[in-house]
């Protein structure tokens, strides 16, 4: 994916890389004029590896590693103002093929050269049951005095 870093007067290109074992990773390359490419030597984002202990709970209890422990991958930047980045991309719990098991966001306040995971946490919903509504439409989008 490529994206125009206005501030600086330069292209991003943030990439699916993907290593001998299988295990992917996002990578960045810049260019000045979208035609000659220098690659950054090490990977932007990378697979979530903490140990067990510092895992949240429901991991820690052996129900499974991070949502993106395994591999991520399908990167996608958006520039916003003042030299800040958005990374949207897509993890999965294992190593290996598969579908990918959820979106995550990492952010740069430093003109793309890093990027931190911004913490996910799940919720499911079970199947058949709505998720309750904002109070602010519970009332049918009503407005007061109508």
Same mark, same amino acid.
């Given at each position: #994916?490529?994206?125009?870093d ?5 292209? /991003?290109? *943030? ?12 990578? /960045?390359?810049?260019?000045k ?11 932007? /984002?990378?697979a ?5 202990? $510092?895992? $949240?709970?429901a ?5 499974? !590693?991070?949502?993106?422990?395994? =591999? &991520?991958?399908? %990167?996608?930047? &958006? =520039? #916003? ?11 999965? $719990?294992?190593?290996?093929p598969g ?5 995550? /966001?990492?952010? =740069? ?5 890093? *990027?931190?995971?911004? %913490? &996910?946490?799940?919720?499911? &919903? ?5 998720a309750?509504? %904002?109070? !602010? ?8 005095? $109508?």
């Amino acid at each position: #994916m490529q994206a125009r870093d206005v501030d600086n007067r330069q292209y /991003l290109m *943030f990439y699916e890389a993907v290593a001998k074992s299988g295990r992917r990773s996002i990578g /960045l390359a810049v260019s000045k004029d979208g035609r000659k490419w220098k690659r950054c030597p090490t990977p932007l /984002l990378q697979a979530t590896s903490q140990p067990q202990e $510092q895992q $949240q709970p429901a991991a820690a209890e052996g129900r499974g !590693a991070g949502w993106d422990a395994g =591999s &991520v991958g399908a %990167p996608c930047g &958006v =520039s #916003m103002a003042a030299g800040k980045w958005r990374l949207y991309y897509a993890g999965r $719990q294992q190593a290996e093929p598969g579908p990918w098991q959820g979106i995550g /966001l990492a952010l =740069s306040m430093d003109e793309g050269q890093t *990027f931190e995971k911004v %913490p &996910v946490t799940f919720r499911r &919903v079970p199947a058949g049951t709505a998720a309750p509504l %904002p109070e !602010a439409a519970a009332d049918g989008g009503k407005q007061q005095g $109508q």
